[in-house]
């Protein structure tokens, strides 16, 4: 059955709108990184390094306190080392790149994070702008997926905007941005969508975008946020 003109119309329109906001956001997360969107600045949490011995003894006072020490030897090292290896056909059971050698680089963690679809970027991109690439994808699609489902709830455009906002810039995901916590929590509007979708008797749409945001959340490499 043919669509109506108007139907078309809505659909183009929604399209224009969610161009315009994935553009507006793509424009807030580039002046919120400003040092490495514009500044040449590398995205990393290897500056955590100053707070573990040996080399907290010659960093000079002033420095802020880190505690997530896990990023630097585990989140990061992994997604640097182990996609390019295992794209080139190479299993990285063993790996050198992480707590100094670890033999269990194959472990559920680390297989979810090299299947993560949005950690692909660190094969395509050098290692200098990789992390930068993969905090902007995961949370520019969180904030698009909020958008979407407050659309589908029936908000005002005005409110899209803001929650799109909000969720793109949330605590969680700016304070974890380098872990895999992110990857899990930006699936979580669009999993919603697919639900609200299936409730309206939209089976297509829905059952798919359902099963995409539980499965990819799970490949995000840390079970404990995927199960909360």
């Given at each position: 059955?043919?669509?109506?003109?108007?139907?078309?119309?809505?659909?183009?329109?929604?399209?224009?709108?969610?161009?315009?906001?994935?553009?507006?956001l793509l424009v807030l997360l580039s002046l919120f990184f400003y040092r490495s969107t514009f500044g040449g600045q590398v995205l990393s949490p290897a500056e955590l390094l100053r707070h573990e011995a040996p080399f907290r003894?010659?960093?000079?006072?002033?420095?802020?306190?880190?505690?997530?020490?896990?990023?630097?030897?585990?989140?990061?090292?992994?997604?640097?080392?182990?996609?390019?290896?295992?794209?080139?056909?190479?299993?990285?059971?063993?790996?050198?790149?992480?707590?100094?050698?670890?033999?269990?680089?194959?472990?559920?963690?680390?297989?979810?994070?090299?299947?993560?679809?949005?950690?692909?970027?660190?094969?395509?991109?050098?290692?200098?702008?990789?992390?930068?690439?993969?905090?902007?994808?995961?949370?520019?699609?969180?904030?698009?997926?909020?958008?979407?489902?407050?659309?589908?709830?029936?908000?005002?455009?005005?409110?899209?905007?803001?929650?799109a906002v909000a969720f793109t810039f949330a605590g969680s995901h700016v304070v974890w941005l380098s872990s895999p916590?992110?990857?899990?929590?930006?699936?979580?509007?669009?999993?919603?969508?697919?639900?609200?979708?299936?409730?309206?008797?939209?089976?297509?749409?829905?059952?798919?975008?359902?099963?995409?945001?539980?499965?990819?959340?799970?490949?995000?490499?840390?079970?404990?946020?995927?199960?909360?």
């Amino acid at each position: 059955m043919r669509s109506l003109p108007s139907e078309r119309a809505g659909a183009s329109a929604g399209r224009f709108r969610i161009g315009w906001l994935a553009a507006g956001l793509l424009v807030l997360l580039s002046l919120f990184f400003y040092r490495s969107t514009f500044g040449g600045q590398v995205l990393s949490p290897a500056e955590l390094l100053r707070h573990e011995a040996p080399f907290r003894e010659v960093v000079p006072p002033g420095h802020p306190n880190a505690l997530r020490s896990d990023d630097v030897f585990l989140a990061t090292p992994t997604y640097l080392t182990h996609v390019p290896r295992l794209l080139r056909g190479d299993v990285p059971y063993l790996d050198p790149y992480k707590l100094g050698g670890d033999l269990g680089g194959m472990g559920w963690v680390s297989l979810g994070q090299i299947l993560y679809p949005p950690a692909w970027v660190h094969a395509w991109l050098p290692p200098a702008l990789a992390p930068l690439a993969f905090a902007l994808v995961r949370l520019l699609v969180g904030g698009l997926g909020m958008a979407l489902l407050l659309g589908r709830l029936g908000l005002p455009g005005w409110a899209r905007w803001l929650g799109a906002v909000a969720f793109t810039f949330a605590g969680s995901h700016v304070v974890w941005l380098s872990s895999p916590i992110p990857s899990v929590t930006i699936c979580l509007p669009w999993a919603w969508l697919g639900i609200e979708w299936l409730m309206a008797g939209r089976t297509l749409p829905g059952l798919p975008v359902l099963a995409l945001a539980c499965g990819i959340q799970f490949l995000a490499g840390y079970l404990p946020q995927s199960v909360l």
